[in-house]
C-alpha cells in the first residue's frame, strides 16, 4: 500500500487503494448477499485509521469508511434472511506487512497509544472475528467492532 497526503496523491494511489479496499470489498459483498444462506455471517474487516486521521492515510481511511458505510446497509438489504453483516476494524496489529520497513520508534509510538499498550497480536483478530461467525455473535448485527486495545 501506498501512502501520501491529499495533496500529494496521485491517481495511481487513488486508483489502487479503490480498486482493492473498495472495489474489492463490494464485490465480495455482491456476491455473498447473492449466495449467502439463511444464518450465515457476513465479516468485512476495515482498519481503525478510520478513526485516528493520520496525514497520508486519507484515502486509504475513505476506502475503509466505504467498507463500514456497506457493513450498516447491507445488514438492513438482509432483512429477513437471518444474516448478519458486521466489520472488524483492526488497530496496530503485529505482523509481518506491519512491521515490515517501519523505524522502531515508530512501532513503539504506536504501541503506547492504545491504554493496553500493546500492538494486537493477530490471535486477537481472528478471536474477535471467530465471535462474530459464531453463535455467540447471532444478536450483533450491523455494527463495526474497534479491536485496536482502546486507541479510539
Known amino acids: 500500500m501506498t501512502l501520501a497526503t491529499i495533496a500529494d496523491g496521485d491517481e495511481a494511489v487513488v486508483d489502487g487503494q479503490i480498486a482493492i479496499n473498495l472495489k474489492g470489498s463490494i464485490n465480495t459483498l455482491r456476491e455473498a448477499a447473492r ?26 481511511a475513505a476506502t475503509k469508511a466505504g467498507i ?36 522502531q520508534a515508530v512501532i513503539d509510538n504506536l504501541t503506547k497509544l ?13 478471536n474477535t472475528v471467530a465471535f462474530l461467525a459464531g453463535p455467540d455473535g447471532a444478536w450483533i448485527n450491523g455494527q463495526v467492532l474497534r479491536a485496536n486495545g482502546g486507541i479510539i
Open 68 to 103: 463500514e458505510a456497506m457493513t450498516h446497509v447491507l445488514s438492513k438489504e438482509l432483512r429477513g434472511r437471518n444474516i448478519t453483516v458486521n466489520a472488524v476494524a483492526p488497530g496496530p496489529t503485529a505482523t509481518a506487512l506491519f512491521l515490515d520497513g517501519k523505524p
Open 114 to 126: 492504545a491504554p493496553l499498550e500493546r500492538l494486537g497480536q493477530p490471535e486477537d483478530l481472528a
Open 35 to 60: 449466495r449467502l444462506r439463511t444464518g450465515g455471517r457476513i465479516i468485512n474487516l476495515s482498519s481503525s485509521v478510520v478513526g485516528l486521521y493520520q496525514p497520508a492515510y486519507g484515502v486509504y
